[in-house]
């Protein structure tokens, strides 16, 4: 069977058990799928339709893929060293000092302009940037600049996110026409060519330069608990990949996990109750002590936020940029069952509406109930690191602030950009207010 995503039938997800875990199918084959399920198991018919119907409202990133040896080496490194629980565990004190800055901030900004929306973005986006530098490469909070030989100039923290996430993030979803009419390949298309040229040697001259830095420092004696110092200790073949593979640690520090916060908050915003009830949710666990993780699984309805947040506005696939989906494909036939088949009913109600009262039950720690992380062999790896600061992001900032919408930004509703992952179109701009 091989099978994938049509760009013109929304696809549904089917889950199966096993080491390839997810196919995307058709409408016309997940009916096929369906009838053979229902044969030969004992789950019924409204529950199969119910399931699929799910799926339908989940959008789903889905993965049966290759995977060599390379891809293994470079993922148990990047657990080992940065994402998996015990490296995570290590870290915390990094995602401790950047939650309280990012706080720091909006008080500042309170006490400066108190009227004044705030750009949540522009202050949360430098700061995961700062973890990723400093997880990845040992680049400390203090860092303000580095001199770039290459492009003769001095670029501060914020030139560095444009060249090394910003530029390539949108590089990746430019289209070269030629592509569309490949007997025209012949033509040239010159502007595209250089534009993404210019992309490429301005991301390599910038990562050139850091880890440049970051072996005087290594040379000088001076380790640090981060992915670059383990590359470089493992002495693996993987060395030559390196500025690739800390290039990737730091972009996926950066991108999806503030798309997803940012898609909370706004939510939140808009859904005033639902924010009272969270912060009275996180005072009952919490009283006068801040937010930490330690107290997550205590505070259900804050996952909640978050598995609705990836459930209605999943960052790897957004709306608009359907087309680019991430697709794969399965090359030899497999037994499917359906996931999610005992899921409640009230899942199905009302896909439109953002209801984190879907995901309030007993696991609600459950990665799999939206499939936002994908599954199997290529599940997201990052899941553990952006759940954790996503939720406590959330969670301190309702705790220490109440957030509103000016009239203006309320129609800016729920449009996601073009980008590779879904971006709120317009960045998020509340009023905040400190709460006692
Ligand atoms: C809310 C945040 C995030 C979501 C929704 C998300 C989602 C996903 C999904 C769906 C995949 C599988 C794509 C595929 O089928 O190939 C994936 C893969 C991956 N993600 Fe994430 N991700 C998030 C955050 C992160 C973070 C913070 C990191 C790391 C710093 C990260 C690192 C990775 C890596 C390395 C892979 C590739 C795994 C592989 O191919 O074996 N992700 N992510």
């Keep these: 069977m091989s099978v994938m995503a049509r760009r013109d039938i929304p696809p549904y997800l089917v889950h199966q058990g096993g080491a390839n875990s ?85 008080h500042a900004h309170l006490r400066g302009h108190p009227s004044e929306p705030v750009n949540f973005r ?7 940037f700062g973890l990723g530098l400093k997880q990845g490469m040992g680049i400390g909070r203090e860092f303000k600049s580095i001199y770039v030989k290459e492009l003769g100039a001095t670029l501060s923290k914020e030139e560095l996110f444009k060249i090394l996430v910003a530029d390539p993030l949108e590089g990746a979803i430019e289209v070269d026409w030629r592509d569309f009419f490949p007997y025209l390949k012949w033509i040239p298309n010159k502007k595209f060519e250089i534009k993404l040229q210019q992309m490429f040697s301005n991301r390599q001259a910038v990562m050139n330069a850091l880890i440049k830095q970051q072996r005087t ?24 990949q390196l500025l690739m593979l800390l290039w990737e640690d730091l972009i996926g ?6 798309v997803a916060t940012e898609w909370a908050m706004y939510e939140l915003c808009r859904s005033p109750d ?73 899942m199905l109600e009302t896909p439109d509406e953002w ?10 720690m459950d990665m799999h109930k939206t499939m936002a992380f994908g ?33 203006e930004e309320k129609v800016h509703e729920n449009v996601d950009s073009m980008g590779l992952t879904s971006h709120k179109l317009h960045p998020l701009l509340p009023i905040l207010k400190h709460r006692n």
């Design 355 to 364: 209801k984190p009262e879907r995901f309030v039950y007993e696991d609600s």
């Design 274 to 346: 639902r924010q009272k009830h969270l912060y009275s949710e996180i005072q009952k666990i919490c009283g006068h002590e801040k937010l930490a993780e330690d107290k997550l699984n205590q505070i259900p309805y804050l996952s909640a936020v978050f598995q609705e947040t990836l459930r209605k506005h999943s960052p790897p696939t957004s709306d608009t940029s359907l087309s680019i989906r991430v697709r794969r494909y399965t090359s030899w036939r497999i037994a499917i069952s359906i996931y999610g088949c005992n899921m409640d009913e009230n």
């Design 253 to 258: 520090t950066s991108d999806t996990t503030l």
């Design 217 to 240: 420092r290594v040379q000088a004696g001076e380790a640090v608990d981060c992915y670059f110092d383990y590359l470089l200790s493992q002495s693996t073949s993987l060395s030559e």
């Design 22 to 106: 997810v196919v995307v199918l058709n409408a016309k084959e997940i009916a096929k799928e369906a009838t053979m399920i229902e044969r030969y198991s004992s789950i019924s018919t409204r529950k199969l339709s119910n399931a699929l119907a799910i799926l339908t409202f989940n959008k789903c990133m889905v993965a049966t893929s290759d995977y060599n040896e390379f891809h293994k080496v470079s993922k148990r490194h990047l657990l080992a060293s940065t994402l998996g629980s015990s490296a995570q565990k290590r870290h915390r004190v990094h995602r401790e000092i950047m939650m309280d800055r990012i706080c720091k901030k909006f």
């Design 375 to 407: 599954a199997g062999k290529r599940v997201c790896i990052g899941a553990l690191q952006a759940m954790t600061i996503s939720c406590v992001a959330i969670g301190r900032l309702v705790q220490e602030f109440s957030w509103s919408l000016m009239d």
């Design 122 to 128: 522009k202050i949360f986006k430098l700061e995961l």
